[in-house]
Nanobody, 123 residues
Framework: QVQLVESGGGLVQAGGSLRLSCAAS????????MGWFRQSPGKEREFVAA????????YYADSVKGRFTISRDNAKNTAYLQMNSLKPEDAAVYYC????????????????WGQGTQVTVSS
């Protein structure tokens, strides 16, 4: 079992930046690929970014490529999502996800999910 707790959400103006954190506990963090999804009202949950266990490979949705960066610190059992040049359409609840496979994360089938953190972007 892996427990995930997101933090770092909040209100930011368009063009601003936020960094989300996902603290993991319960199992060996470095054994798991990590990812981020988001969901806004009336929309389906969508993939944002994923990172492999070692951090050697990263994957992004086209909508955030070049603006968001996913990273991890295995010594701190934490994954991050640095979000720059935020747009109003980035507003959503952001969820952290963990799975042994980054492929499973990218298709939305990750085993473990956090409770989410709200990101609001004002125009």
């Amino acid at each position: 079992q892996v427990q995930l707790v997101e933090s770092g959400g909040g209100l930011v103006q368009a063009g601003g930046s936020l960094r989300l954190s996902c603290a993991a506990s319960g199992r060996t963090f470095s054994s798991y690929a990590m990812g981020w999804f988001r969901q806004s009202p009336g929309k389906e949950r969508e993939f944002v970014a994923a990172i492999t266990r070692s951090g050697g490979s990263t994957y992004y949705a086209d909508s955030v490529k070049g603006r968001f960066t996913i990273s991890r610190d295995n010594a701190k059992n934490t994954a991050y999502l640095q979000m720059n040049s935020l747009k109003p359409e980035d507003a959503a609840v952001y969820y952290c996800v963990a799975d042994l496979s980054s492929v499973q994360i990218r298709v939305g089938s990750g085993d473990y999910w956090g409770q989410g953190t709200q990101v609001t972007v004002s125009s």
